[in-house]
């Protein structure tokens, strides 16, 4: 469905409108860092790093501000709607975990051990207490993004602390999401949420723009675990038809 008869329903266009650019920007990015492994393609590699990290930070920081709007209508029905977060978590992890058996069984390096996926399933349950700190998590996300300098510098000879951004020396994945600093960036978009959306409603006046081009990113951004999931069967196909067959990944 598309267009304003969507919207008055209750959906925030602006909000499926950011995840869309999100989901396509990532495509976009993944794609290149197919190249990279498939072709060999090496060009303009500061941009495609600053591009990769805008990319995850729109990305993350959307899911936050989707996360305020969801639990502030789900408290209404229910004060304590904990079930549809655990249920929330064990999908998208449970999907993380497909990828992470996928690329190890198929990559020679790089295995992606806490993604994306991972961490947006494990932040929709660490974000329900600091729900009711509102605007307050400006201050929880500095720490968490100001975090990660310190703990980016702690090593351990272990795969467990992955998920807080300790990692062995010489650790290499190709889709890494710790908590420190991702779950700063994911509270931000909190905070703006709790002023942005009050109890889940929009507190400023938008309208719809009736043009092809945003009902396209917009039916994206309403379908972005779906793009993710497929995306990269796709473009590894496609690749590995222009390639002639699948070849060494390494780091590049």
Not at 149 to 172: D, E, K, M, Y
Not at 202 to 208: C, L, Y
Request: glycine share 10%.
């Amino acid at each position: 469905m598309f267009g304003s008869e969507l919207y008055s329903r209750g959906r925030f266009w602006e909000v499926d409108f950011a995840r869309g650019v999100g989901i396509i920007m990532m495509v976009i990015s993944n794609f290149v860092t197919d190249l990279q492994y498939f072709l060999n393609y090496s060009g303009h590699p500061l941009f495609w790093k600053l591009f990769a990290y805008t990319t995850a930070s729109i990305f993350v920081f959307i899911s936050g501000l989707s996360f305020w709007i969801s639990y502030s209508r789900s408290i209404k029905k229910s004060p304590r709607p904990y079930g549809k977060y655990f249920r929330r978590f064990g999908k998208l992890f449970g999907i993380g975990l497909v990828i992470t058996i996928v690329t190890y069984l198929f990559l020679s390096d790089g295995t992606i051990y806490f993604g994306i996926l991972h961490f947006l399933g494990l932040a929709s349950i660490l974000a329900i207490p600091f729900y009711s700190f509102g605007k307050k998590n400006v201050l929880f996300a500095i720490f968490f993004i100001f975090g990660s300098l310190l703990v980016s510098r702690i090593h351990a000879n272990t795969l467990l602390f992955l998920p807080l951004g300790i990692t062995p020396q010489s650790f290499f994945t190709l889709d890494y999401f710790p908590i420190f600093p991702w779950f700063g960036v994911y509270l931000l978009g909190l905070a703006v949420g709790s002023f942005a959306y009050p109890k889940g409603e929009r507190s400023f006046e938008v309208a719809f723009p009736s043009f092809i081009p945003v009902e396209f990113i917009c039916f994206a951004g309403r379908h972005t675990l779906k793009i993710y999931v497929a995306h990269q069967p796709i473009l590894v196909g496609l690749l590995f038809l222009l390639h002639g067959g699948l070849p060494n990944l390494t780091i590049p």
